[in-house]
C-alpha cells in the first residue's frame, strides 16, 4: 500500500514561490506516475500538473505554465511541485495523488492521495 505524504503549503504574498513536497513510502517496486491537483472553495478540482513514471515527462495546465515545475527525486521517493510568480487564484487544497501507468486528467484514476495542503496567496 502506497502511502502519500505532502508538505510545504502555506500563506504567501501574490509574487512569491513555495514549493510543494509528495514523500512516497510502502510501495512495491518501480515507479508511480504523480500527478497534482487542487481545489479552490466553491470550484471543482482541477487537475495542476503531472509527472510519469515512464520518463519523467511533465504535463501542466495552461494556467501555471511557465511559474510551476514538477520534479521527482527518485532516490529519496519524494515529488516537489515549485510554485513561482503565484497569484490569487491558485490559492487551494492542493493534492498529489499517484497510480500505476501514464498521467490521467481525472482525480479519480488515480489509486493513490496525498492528505491534502492549503496554499493561501494573499497580500
Known amino acids: 500500500q502506497l502511502q502519500l505524504v505532502q508538505s510545504g503549503g502555506g500563506l504567501v504574498q501574490p509574487g512569491g514561490s513555495l514549493r510543494l513536497s509528495c514523500a512516497a513510502s510502502?510501495?512495491?517496486?518501480?515507479?508511480?506516475?504523480i500527478g497534482w491537483f487542487r481545489q479552490a472553495p466553491g470550484k471543482e478540482r482541477e487537475g495542476v500538473s503531472c509527472?510519469?513514471?515512464?520518463?519523467?515527462?511533465?504535463y501542466y495546465k495552461n494556467s501555471v505554465k511557465g511559474r510551476f515545475t514538477a520534479s521527482r527525486d527518485n532516490a529519496n521517493n519524494t515529488v516537489y511541485l515549485q510554485m513561482n510568480s503565484l497569484k490569487a487564484e491558485d490559492t487551494a487544497v492542493y493534492y498529489c495523488?499517484?497510480?500505476?501507468?501514464?498521467?490521467?486528467?481525472?482525480?479519480?484514476?488515480?489509486?493513490?492521495w496525498g492528505q491534502g495542503t492549503q496554499v493561501t496567496v494573499s497580500s
Open positions: 495523488v499517484a497510480r500505476r501507468g501514464g498521467c490521467r486528467g481525472a482525480i479519480e484514476e488515480y489509486d493513490y
Open positions: 510502502g510501495f512495491a517496486k518501480g515507479y508511480y506516475t
Open positions: 509527472i510519469s513514471s515512464s520518463d519523467g515527462t511533465t
